[in-house]
């Protein structure tokens, strides 16, 4: 056999396989340009917070088979009364292993404005060992009528906070909840807050169903680019005035999927109970935006 012949064959056995490589790759990439923003389909876990405090492994193991990719998990400190508080017998490598034997990612985690207060060092600890990057306060706590020394003070001390994250690498975060939602000298806290804190010490997760306090998210995304990191997912009915899945809804999610690129957002999580949650999946895994 000669060495032209040889090389013929080598030559079409590697053509083939690099076919097949391409195509492996190709597929993989229109499965990722099927999600919004090219990002995995997340949820946070808080809606399945009782089956969590029964069997962790087992509820990460429905939300992967749902279609979710990766999640949001709640501190077993900070939320040690909601159904959190088992996560505090595992390590966080024990963590990492279920959660990467079920085949999703993790990100990101909810932590108790108090708990930071008391003791952040701890706090960072446990989300490194998990591998967080995101560590996110549903709210700063503050009164449900501010004065603006009030909110002042709030974001002061949410700024620090930030600090000391970020020289653990770990970028902070605050949702939008009660306090956010309140006004002060006839403004939005919320609004005020984007004045307040550091753009680089702080971004914002935005809870889509504040839409039914007049928050949109599209304008907030639009009005504040590059503030925001995440957003919890949920679909609004301007018929009915609930919660119901996504696309299954009055949401233009094109519109506001295409605004979180200029918000900023790295990732995004469905949040409601989990027949909802399932319902959302196909939808947003086909939305194209």
């Known amino acids: 056999m000669s060495a032209i012949s040889i090389s013929r064959r080598e030559f079409l056995k590697s053509a083939a396989a690099y076919s097949a490589v391409?195509?492996?790759?190709?597929?993989g990439a229109l499965r990722l340009r099927a999600n919004p923003l090219g990002m995995p389909i997340g949820c946070q876990t808080w809606p399945v917070r009782k089956m969590i405090a029964q069997d962790f492994p087992g509820t990460i193991k429905q939300l992967a088979?749902?279609?979710?990719?990766?999640?949001?998990?709640?501190?077993?400190?900070?939320?040690?009364?909601?159904?959190?508080?088992?996560l505090?017998?595992?390590?966080?490598?024990?963590?990492?292993?279920?959660?990467?034997?079920?085949?999703?990612?993790?990100?990101?985690?909810?932590?108790?404005?108090?708990?930071?207060?008391?003791?952040?060092?701890?706090?960072?600890?446990?989300?490194?060992?998990?591998?967080?990057?995101?560590?996110l306060v549903p709210s700063l706590d503050g009164p449900k009528n501010p004065t603006m020394d009030d909110v002042k003070r709030?974001?002061?001390e949410y700024n620090k906070l930030g600090e000391q994250a970020a020289k653990a690498g770990i970028q902070q975060g605050l949702h939008n909840e009660d306090f956010e939602l309140s006004t002060v000298d006839g403004k939005r806290t919320y609004d005020v807050l984007f004045d307040l804190l550091d753009p680089k010490l702080v971004k914002f997760q935005f809870q889509v169903s504040?839409?039914?306090?007049?928050?949109?998210?599209?304008?907030?995304?639009?009005?504040?680019?590059?503030?925001?990191?995440?957003?919890?997912?949920?679909?609004?009915?301007?018929?009915?005035?609930k919660?119901?899945?996504?696309?299954?809804?009055?949401?233009?999610?094109?519109?506001?999927?295409?605004a979180a690129k200029t918000g900023g957002i790295k990732n995004y999580f469905v949040e409601m109970n989990l027949e909802m949650m399932r319902a959302s999946v196909p939808y947003l895994h086909n939305l194209q935006v």
């Open 22 to 27: 391409a195509s492996f790759f190709s597929a």
């Open 243 to 258: 919660v119901v899945p996504v696309g299954q809804d009055s949401l233009n999610w094109n519109k506001i999927f295409t």
């Open 210 to 241: 504040t839409i039914s306090r007049g928050y949109d998210a599209a304008e907030y995304f639009t009005k504040y680019p590059g503030r925001f990191i995440s957003m919890h997912v949920q679909g609004w009915s301007a018929e009915t005035k």
């Open 65 to 86: 088979d749902a279609g979710f990719q990766t999640i949001e998990l709640c501190s077993p400190v900070g939320y040690a009364d909601e159904g959190f508080a088992g």
């Open 154 to 156: 709030a974001a002061d």
């Open 88 to 135: 505090g017998k595992y390590k966080g490598s024990e963590l990492r292993k279920i959660l990467g034997d079920a085949g999703v990612s993790c990100v990101s985690s909810h932590f108790g404005i108090d708990e930071l207060r008391k003791d952040q060092p701890r706090a960072i600890a446990w989300a490194k060992d998990v591998g967080l990057t995101q560590m």
